[in-house]
């Protein structure tokens, strides 16, 4: 199996990007289902906390790969050759992958802070940066400061980058800059994708 893993800050178009691949008639699965999938198990609604709490104790429990391990199974069930994962967290998840893959192509998409925060806004879903009334998972008492979109990123952030989520943008082997438009998105992931295809070498 090739396996073409999409990796980078929230916000910054991962999911955008395996939009584009599914588009492309390529084969998606996203990790962050795994979370969601067990948040619903354990009859939690799919808020933030909610999923940076399952997320840290699956691997807690059941090491760094817990995830990824999950997610690979997914990408077998496909029966496709080409699999794209969408959102690693960490480099021992890029490793894991890399181990288990005849190909592995890691691929970081980057944007600015204010650009990404801007997205995540818009995208309104329920793990999404918002005003609310959690910070640091726990409901404040009335009166106290709610966090703003601005804190609850810089959160996710944190705890994302706690799971090893710079390390495993470090190795990346190639980066999309995702500051421009939706168009000018496509036609990066477009040629991107064309490549590792073929088998066109350097990508």
């Keep these: 199996m090739k396996i073409i893993g999409f990796v980078g800050l929230p916000g910054s178009g991962k999911g955008e990007a395996s939009k584009i691949a599914r588009e ?3 084969s998606v699965v996203v990790m962050g289902d795994v979370i969601r999938q067990e948040a619903a ?5 799919p808020t933030d906390q909610n999923l ?8 807690e429990k059941e090491g760094p790969e817990a995830i990824a391990r999950k997610t690979l199974k997914m990408a077998r069930k496909t029966g496709r050759d080409l699999v794209v994962v969408d959102g690693l967290r960490s480099g021992a998840e890029a490793e894991f992958f890399r181990s288990q893959a005849d190909e592995f192509y890691l691929i970081e998409v980057q944007a600015a802070a204010e650009a990404r925060l ?47 989520l710079a390390r495993a943008m470090e190795r990346a082997d190639c980066r999309i800059d995702n500051s421009g438009s939706l168009e ?3 036609r990066k992931v477009v040629q991107l994708l064309g490549n590792i295809e073929k088998g066109a070498g350097e990508i």
């Design 118 to 164: 801007g997205r995540l806004e818009k995208r309104g879903r329920p793990d999404d940066p918002k005003v609310c009334g959690e910070v640091g998972g726990n409901a404040p008492a009335d009166g106290q400061a709610k966090s703003n979109p601005a804190t609850a990123l810089e959160e996710r952030e944190c705890r994302e980058k706690g799971w090893g």
């Design 52 to 59: 940076g709490r399952i997320g840290n104790a699956l691997r």
């Design 24 to 26: 492309l008639g390529l």
């Design 184 to 186: 000018d998105l496509r």
């Design 41 to 45: 198990r354990l009859g939690l609604e």
